[in-house]
Every structure is written in structure tokens, then in C-alpha cells.
């Protein structure tokens, strides 16, 4: 009965050398199996722009159980058909893929970058609606379209909408190379976009006023799009002040309008009360007794008066009233 333990111990220990036995043939095997592969890879850092050749490539064995989609696997694959040139900064050790390179003998272009049935518009900006110069190529970004500026009504009417989001940037003016890393203030910003897209970011250059937001780096998903109108930007005190200031203007000339209508006033009572001083000084005229009428004359009679018997004298004798 003393063995009993030992027996054990030593059973245990010999199933375990089995299963590790069996596990390192069967890893043996299953690696025997699978084929052997390789990758071509950036054997230094390769700017955009520059040609692959042996030097700057290498191959490297690729432990997946399938090929790395859009990979080459051996170097004569890349240099054999043409020259080849980096579309984008690719770094030591990376995977060279068919969407970072150009194809045999083609020129690195800005259009060879734009994926299938993307289009590239440019899009002006400036020092603040470019994000202050720190949106580069690579980066992803929201366009906002701000309309009712400086229209009718004043800024109250102004409002902004999400007009895209999750927009890749191609290039800032004529710079198309990502790893970028010196921010510029740009006068130009080339995207990526869609058809119908593009004709939005056409018609809205026409209307409105384009800002881009820089994205957080990896981000995918989007906004719910809401207008943002400038009610919601809360009371306007400068708004408010100059309503105060245009009543206060207001009610200045009110009181100058006053101040001559009395001004007026006063002048025209001072030359009413002058013309009455006037004609009270003058002295007043005299007015002489009508003329009596003349007297009717009396009656009178004629009296003949005969003198000596052969004279005769007429007298006028008027008769008493």
C-alpha cells in the first residue's frame, strides 16, 4: 500500500509526457503543412513619391494561413512590369499594398490616390476655417455650411448645418503627402467625396460659407445632423446694446425735435407781443367834430315900399320863425 501513491504520481507523470509529446508532433505537422509565404515590406522609410526598387524593399515570411490582400510576395512582383513610386508615407517594415503604390510606369498623381468612384474637390478655407492650418493630408473631417450672414435681418437669421461628415482630406493647397507634420495656413483643402457629394460641396461654395471640424483620428461613427440656428446661441448682449444705443438716438432727437418746435414757439409770441407794443406806442389820432350843416336859410318875403307916389323900393324882410 505505500507504493500506491508513487504508482500514481508516476502514471500522472507519464500521460503528461504523452500529451506534450503528441501536442509537438501535431504542431509539427500542422506547420508542415501549411505553405510557405512571403511578403514584400518597406525596408525603410519610403516617402511619398519615391520609386521602389530592391534597395528600399525586402521579403519577409508571412505566418497567416492566407495571403494579406493586395500584398505582393516576392519583389520581382513590384519592379518586374515598371517603376513603381509610393503613393504615401510608408513606414520600416510595412506591407507593401496596391493601394499605396502606383501601378507599373504611372506618374504619382493625385488621382491615382481617389478610391473607386470617389472624386477630389477643393474646398477654400482660411486661418480660422481651416482649423487654424492643423488639418492635413490623411486626416478626417466634418463640413460645416453656414448660411444668412450679413443678409436681411442682421446675423438673427444666420444658422449652420452639418453638411458631410467623416470626409477624408487628400491635400492642403498643393501638398498631397501624408506624415505631414508642420501646420500651414492653407487657402485650398482637397477631399474625397462622393458624386453627389461633390456637386453639395459645389453648390454650397455658391450659398454659403464651408468650415471643416477636425475628427478624432479612428473615429467612424457620425453625428445626428441638427441646425444650429443663433437663437440657441443664447441672448446677444452686443445685439442688446446696440438696440439701447439706436433708442437712446431715438429719444435725442425726440427732445432736439421738441427743444425747436419751442424754440419756434416762443419766437413767434415774441414778434406777436413786439407788433402789440408797437401799436400801443403810437399815439392815438385826433378826430375833429363832423361839420355842422348849413342853416337853412329863413324865409324871407319881398315888401315894396312906394316913396312920394312914383318911387318904389323892394325890401327883403325875412319872417321870424
Keep these: 500500500m505505500r507504493f500506491a501513491p508513487r504508482v500514481s504520481l508516476l502514471v500522472a507523470l507519464l500521460c503528461g509526457l504523452c500529451a506534450v509529446l503528441l501536442a509537438r508532433g501535431l504542431t509539427t505537422g500542422a506547420s508542415s503543412l501549411a505553405p510557405s509565404r512571403t511578403i514584400v515590406v518597406a525596408k525603410a522609410p519610403i516617402p511619398p513619391g519615391m520609386p521602389l526598387t530592391r534597395e528600399n524593399l525586402q521579403e519577409i515570411r508571412w505566418h ?60 477654400r478655407v482660411d486661418e480660422i476655417r481651416g482649423v487654424a492650418g492643423f488639418v492635413l493630408p490623411g486626416d478626417r473631417v466634418d463640413l460645416v455650411l453656414t448660411r444668412g450672414e450679413g443678409g436681411a435681418g442682421g446675423d438673427a437669421k444666420a444658422y449652420a448645418d452639418l453638411l458631410l461628415q467623416n470626409v477624408k482630406v487628400l491635400a492642403i493647397d498643393q501638398v498631397a503627402a501624408e506624415g505631414q507634420e508642420k501646420p500651414t495656413v492653407a487657402r485650398a483643402v482637397t477631399l474625397e467625396l462622393t458624386q453627389m457629394e461633390a456637386q453639395k460641396v ?26 444650429v440656428t443663433a437663437s440657441d446661441l443664447g441672448p446677444d448682449a452686443t445685439a442688446e446694446r446696440d438696440r439701447l444705443a439706436e433708442l437712446e ?50 324865409p324871407s318875403s319881398i315888401v315894396n315900399v312906394i316913396r312920394n307916389g312914383s318911387k318904389t323900393e323892394q325890401y327883403n324882410v325875412a319872417a321870424e320863425r
Design 249 to 298: 438716438k431715438q429719444l435725442e432727437s425726440m427732445r432736439k425735435a421738441t427743444a425747436e418746435a419751442e424754440r419756434r414757439d416762443a419766437q413767434r409770441l415774441a414778434e406777436v407781443e413786439a407788433r402789440m407794443r408797437q401799436s400801443l406806442d403810437k399815439p392815438m389820432p385826433s378826430f375833429a367834430p363832423p361839420p355842422s350843416p348849413p342853416k337853412a336859410a329863413a
Design 202 to 227: 459645389v453648390l454650397a461654395q455658391g450659398i454659403g460659407r464651408l468650415s471643416l471640424i477636425l475628427r478624432q483620428a479612428g473615429e467612424v461613427g457620425g453625428d445626428m445632423p441638427l441646425r
Design 64 to 123: 497567416g494561413t492566407e495571403a494579406l490582400p493586395g500584398s505582393f510576395a516576392h519583389v520581382d512582383d513590384l519592379t518586374r512590369d515598371g517603376r513603381r513610386l509610393a503613393l504615401a508615407s510608408l513606414q520600416r517594415d510595412e506591407p507593401i499594398l496596391t493601394g499605396r503604390v502606383t501601378a507599373p510606369n504611372q506618374r504619382a498623381t493625385l488621382s491615382t490616390q481617389l478610391d473607386d468612384g470617389m472624386r477630389a474637390v477643393a474646398v
